[in-house]
């Protein structure tokens, strides 16, 4: 379709999200980066956080662990470890990861610190991103 972007995000779960957009906009390990149609092709590693998608007046978030995605002029593809749009976002369920997270850096003993603040990260991002929802 002319000047739209087809935005495809995949995960090993199934495909989540294959839509027409005026615009995406993500967080690459080397910063933020907003592709229109017709950008230049490239791929980057993705943050652990949003994709911002615009269809003409209506903004969508998604949540994104980390993957990468890739750019051409008229695709983006994203593949990531996980991913969901904010209103499937199951709230009650990070936070019951966020205090799973806290009681074990709480710990006294030796734990996996590294996993145990990503799985903090991702369900403070989840929330954060629920709390958006669709913006109109
Ligand atoms: P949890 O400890 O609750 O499983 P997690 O961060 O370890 O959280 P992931 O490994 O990122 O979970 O994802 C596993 C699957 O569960 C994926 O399909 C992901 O989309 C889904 N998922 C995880 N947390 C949520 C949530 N809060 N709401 C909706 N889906 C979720």
């Not at 495909?15 to 005026?22: C, H, I, K, Q």
């Not at 995406?24 to 980057?44: K, M, N, Q, S, Y």
């Not at 994203?78 to 799973?100: F, G, P, Q, T």
């Not at 709480?106 to 990503?118: C, L, M, P, S, V």
Request: no cysteine.
């Amino acid at each position: 379709m002319e000047n739209k972007l087809r935005l495809d995000i995949v995960t090993p779960h199934g495909l989540v999200l294959s839509e027409d957009v005026d615009e995406v906009a993500a967080t690459g390990t080397e910063g933020e980066f907003g592709v229109l149609p017709g950008h230049v092709p490239f791929i980057t590693t993705l943050k652990v956080g949003m994709i911002i998608l615009k269809k003409g007046s209506k903004t969508e978030y998604v949540f994104v662990s980390s993957g990468y995605a890739e750019v051409s002029p008229d695709k983006v593809v994203v593949l990531a470890d996980s991913a969901e749009r904010s209103e499937d976002i199951d709230v009650e369920r990070a936070k019951a990861a966020i205090k799973r997270a806290e009681e074990r850096l709480r710990q006294e003993e030796k734990i996996d610190f590294a996993r145990a603040t990503a799985a903090l990260e991702r369900a403070t991002i989840r929330i954060q991103i629920a709390e958006r929802r669709v913006a109109r």
